[in-house]
């Protein structure tokens, strides 16, 4: 397989450098999340069929009933993530194609991805592999369990909504760790951003969302 990191026409560096555009007039402020999705290609995520529509702010499928979430959703909840500063390790679940998980691996110190479909995740470490990000691990699994054996973590962010948060994934937050995630049911989600004080946790509100469901494994 080639990878065509540089893009040309509908996926060139001026297509990506209207995608940014785009987000700071919808609101995007984080100087640094800019500048990494400005220099990442998300046309090599994707299907080349779809590829002249990698950088229009939309979401598309990659397969298995899954979607690449739209560019917009990748700053805001990268922008609530690292509103407080630099994060050390991060869990996120739902890897996907794995593009929100190269935008965090050029923001944190160390990533942590999980996803359940096997063949999603195949498909996203060769091509995060192609973009020579190392400070990232994938685990094949279910993510309502979290990653117990690399918790805690500073922040963790889901790509998929559950009805309520599973309680793993609120155990295993560390200390003024911070946590975003898409709540609800099909049709009725928010964006919440969940941060641990001491023993509590304070929840906020960022309006309605629509992402695919997060499956938990009957077990
Ligand atoms: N950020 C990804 C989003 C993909 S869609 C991208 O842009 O490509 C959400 C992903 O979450 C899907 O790949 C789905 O398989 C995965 N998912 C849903 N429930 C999950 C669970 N319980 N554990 C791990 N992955 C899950």
Redesign the pocket.
């Known amino acids: 397989m080639t990878i065509d990191l540089k893009g040309s026409g509908m996926t060139s560096q001026r297509a990506r450098d209207r995608l940014i555009q785009r987000l700071v007039k919808e609101g995007i402020q984080h100087p640094e999340v800019l500048a990494v999705m400005r220099d990442t290609p998300r046309h090599i995520?994707i299907a080349e069929a779809l590829a002249s529509r990698a950088y229009d702010d939309v979401s598309l499928p990659?397969g298995?009933g899954?979607?690449?979430?739209q560019p917009y959703i990748?700053a805001k909840m990268t922008e609530l993530l690292l509103a407080r500063g630099r994060l050390n390790k991060v869990l996120e679940?739902?890897?996907?194609?794995?593009?929100?998980?190269a935008v965090l691996a050029q923001l944190v110190d160390h990533v942590y991805s999980?996803?359940?479909?096997r063949e999603?995740q195949k498909t996203a470490k060769d091509t995060i592999w192609a973009l020579k990000l190392k400070n990232i691990r994938f685990y094949h699994?279910?993510?309502?369990l979290g990653w117990p054996e690399q918790a805690p973590f500073d922040g963790i962010l889901a790509?998929?909504a559950p009805e309520s948060v599973p309680n793993a994934l609120l155990e295993q937050l560390a200390p003024n760790g911070v946590m975003v995630i898409p709540i609800g049911a099909s049709g009725k989600q928010v964006l919440h951003r969940i941060t641990r004080t001491g023993n509590s946790y304070d929840v906020e509100n960022f309006g309605g969302v629509e992402?695919?469901?997060?499956?938990?494994?009957k077990r």
Do not use: K
Request: with cysteine.
């Open positions: 995520f990659i298995f899954q979607t690449i979430s990748v679940i739902g890897t996907g194609c794995g593009y929100q998980t999980v996803e359940r479909i999603l699994g279910d993510g309502s790509a998929a992402f695919v469901p997060f499956i938990t494994d």
